[in-house]
Structures are given as structure tokens and as C-alpha cells.
């Protein structure tokens, strides 16, 4: 059974910092891009981060310079870490692993860590 899932969300205060932690679970492997997201009230989910299994990453021009994310493929397990973040960086954050192959996609997703930014 696949299973993702987050952890090390919580209130900060802007400026401050958190460490996002996905473990993944089942079939998941370093062959799935895997990636962050987030979704705030009322608005649509958005990509945040990811990382694909060579490694390379790609992230939202609102986090650039702020966000870091890494994947240790020996322990399965996906990291955001959110630097100097702002109230605007307030949301649900989901871990995501996808696979694009020619017959099938894979596409998991965890259940999600609120994150609050606020003072």
C-alpha cells in the first residue's frame, strides 16, 4: 500500500524557519518525482517544489531563494526546508510522488501539515 506521509508543519512566527518531512511508503521509489505543494483558503493548489530522480529541482518563483527541498532515497523520504517565511507562505503543504510511464501514471498524495505563519 502506498503511503505518504508529512510532517514538521506548526505556527512561526514570519522570519522564522520549519523543516517539512514526507515519508514514503510501498511501491514509492527514487524513480517518482517527488515534490511539495500547498493549497491556502480559497485558492487552488500549488507546486512549491520538486525534485525528479536525477536529482535536478525546480521551484516557484515565490519561494526561490527561501526553500530548499532534498530527498534521501535511502530512507524514502522527501524534506522541505522553508527559511525566512512570510504570512503569505501560510497553507496546507502536501508531499506528492508521481511516475510517468508510457502505459500508466502513478500520482500519490499525503494528507497534508498545516503551516501557519503569523505573529
Known amino acids: 500500500q502506498v503511503q505518504l506521509a508529512e510532517s514538521g508543519g506548526g505556527l512561526v512566527q514570519p522570519g522564522g524557519s520549519l523543516r517539512l518531512s514526507c515519508a514514503a511508503s510501498?511501491?514509492?521509489?527514487?524513480?517518482?518525482?517527488m515534490g511539495w505543494y500547498r493549497q491556502a483558503p480559497g485558492k487552488l493548489r500549488e507546486l512549491v517544489a520538486n525534485v525528479d530522480s536525477a536529482g535536478r529541482t525546480n521551484y516557484a518563483d515565490s519561494v526561490k531563494g527561501r526553500f530548499t527541498i532534498s530527498r534521501d532515497n535511502t530512507k524514502n523520504a522527501l524534506y522541505l526546508q522553508m527559511n525566512s517565511l512570510k504570512p503569505e507562505d501560510t497553507a496546507v503543504y502536501f508531499c506528492?510522488?508521481?511516475?510517468?510511464?508510457?502505459?500508466?501514471?502513478?500520482?500519490?498524495w499525503g494528507q497534508g501539515t498545516q503551516v501557519t505563519v503569523s505573529s
Open positions: 506528492n510522488a508521481r511516475r510517468i510511464m508510457v502505459l500508466q501514471n502513478y500520482n500519490y
Open positions: 510501498g511501491s514509492i521509489d527514487s524513480r517518482y518525482t
